[in-house]
C-alpha cells in the first residue's frame, strides 16, 4: 500500500520526501568490508526498533580453498557457541548435480555458501533473513546462497538456533583457517 | 598464532582489526574451529 499516491503537478516537499525515507520496506542499519582477517563480528546491529532483519553477503571470497561459511549469534560482544544449531539446504549444482547439506546439534550454523576452489576470486553470495533475534525464544533464520563446488552451486533452506535466547549481533567465520572476505549489509523490515 | 578478526560496532560506527583475545580462542577451539576441519563440511 502506497504511503502517498501523488496527482499530476503536486509539489515534492521535504515531509514528503522524510516520509517515504522513514517508511522504506527494508530501513538500511549498517554496511561494511570484510577482508584481510579471518572473522567478521557485528554487534549491537539486532534492536528493538525491528523485528526481523535481512543480511546481505556478497563478493564473498576465501584465503583458501575447501571452506564453508559459517555464522554464529552473539549478545553482548560475545559469541553463542553453544550446540543448539541445526542447519539444512536443498542444493543444486550448474553441473546438475544435487548439493544437499545439513547437520543437526552444531556450534555454529552453516549459511550455504561453500567454496571448494580457485582462492582469492568473487565465488560465492548469500542472503540470510533473521526472524525475532532480539526475542527471548529459538531464532529462525533463512537462506538462499551461493557458492562454488566444481561448479557454481546454489542452496535454499536455513538454521535454527535452539535455545530460548536473545542476540544483538553476529559473527561469519569459516570452516577452517584462512581469511574471508566480502561486503555486507545488514537492513531491518520495517514494522508498520 | 591466534587469527585477527573484525569487529564492528554498529552503535558506535567503530570497525576495529584485533587478535582475537585467549577467551575468544578458546571458544573458537571450543566451536570445531581448527586448521585440520577444513574438509569437515564438504557437502553431500
Known amino acids: ?192 | 598464532m591466534k587469527p585477527q578478526e573484525t569487529f564492528h560496532n554498529v552503535e558506535t560506527g567503530e570497525i576495529t582489526v584485533r587478535e582475537i583475545s585467549d577467551e575468544e580462542y578458546a571458544a573458537l577451539i571450543e566451536s570445531g574451529w581448527t586448521p585440520e576441519n577444513a574438509e569437515e563440511a564438504t557437502p553431500e
Open chain 1, 1 to 192: 500500500m502506497a504511503v502517498k499516491t501523488f496527482t499530476t503537478g503536486e509539489v515534492l516537499t521535504a515531509a514528503d520526501t522524510n516520509t517515504y525515507l522513514n517508511n522504506g520496506g527494508l530501513v538500511y542499519i549498517t554496511s561494511g568490508t570484510q577482508s584481510g582477517t579471518t572473522a567478521l563480528n557485528v554487534d549491537g546491529c539486532f534492536t528493538s526498533t525491528y523485528q526481523n532483519y535481512r543480511i546481505i553477503l556478497n563478493a564473498i571470497q576465501v584465503s583458501t580453498a575447501a571452506r564453508a561459511l559459517r555464522l554464529q549469534f552473539r549478545a553482548g560482544g560475545v559469541t553463542n557457541a553453544n550446540t543448539f544449531y541445526d542447519y539444512a539446504y536443498n542444493g543444486y549444482r550448474a553441473n546438475g548435480t544435487t548439493n544437499n547439506t545439513g547437520l543437526a546439534a552444531q556450534s555454529f550454523a552453516e549459511i550455504g555458501t561453500y567454496i571448494d576452489t580457485f582462492a582469492n576470486a568473487t565465488l560465492g553470495a548469500c542472503t540470510i533473513d533473521v526472524l525475532n533475534p532480539q526475542v527471548t525464544d529459538r531464532t529462525m533464520s533463512l537462506v538462499i546462497a551461493q557458492g562454488y563446488e566444481g561448479a557454481y552451486a546454489y542452496r535454499s533452506g536455513g538454521f535454527v538456533q535452539g535455545e530460548a535466547v536473545s542476540f544483538d549481533g553476529f559473527r561469519i567465520t569459516l570452516s577452517g583457517t584462512g581469511n574471508v572476505g566480502f561486503n555486507y549489509t545488514v537492513y531491518g523490515y520495517r514494522k508498520a
